[in-house]
């Protein structure tokens, strides 16, 4: 199952994951990791958390952040938990239309069976009820599938 937190820039989502991430790591019996535009909060999140700084790897599209997170995921099985930070900077060529990036990260959690948080800038903030058909985090209510 994805996850999302949306919200406008500059309201706190990466405070809110980085919190999330953190909070989680001792009641998971898997590995967690943590995939972000850069490695700026490496001494924010707990030692046991793997931060992959995506800006090493110029993923870019869609296509090619699909077969990176597989990559991940096939390099260790324990994997229990990914959060994806500020997804619209990671994949910036290809998600200006975020549903697209969902659907694929969706198939992908269901395929691997593994929980993907993923936060995620909205231009305005009406947009996040085109995705009610996800589990929405944050300020707005929770609604699942």
Do not use: W
Request: charged share 25%; with cysteine.
């Amino acid at each position: 199952m994805i996850r999302l937190l949306l919200d406008k820039a500059g309201s706190g989502k990466t405070k809110k994951m980085i919190d999330m991430a953190n909070n989680e790591i001792g009641n998971l019996k898997g590995e967690l990791v943590y995939i972000d535009k850069d490695n700026r909060h490496i001494h924010d999140l707990h030692r046991s958390i793997r931060l992959i700084p995506a800006n090493e790897y110029e993923i870019g599209s869609l296509g090619n952040f699909s077969g990176f997170l597989r990559g991940v995921i096939s390099q260790d099985y324990d994997i229990e938990r990914i959060y994806i930070d500020d997804l619209n900077k990671i994949v910036s060529e290809s998600c200006s239309n975020l549903e697209p990036c969902f659907e694929e990260l969706d198939k992908i959690s269901q395929k691997y069976e593994i929980d993907i948080i993923i936060s995620a800038t909205l231009e305005n903030e009406n947009e996040a009820s085109n995705y009610g058909h996800y589990s929405l985090l944050g300020s707005m209510p929770a609604m699942t599938v």
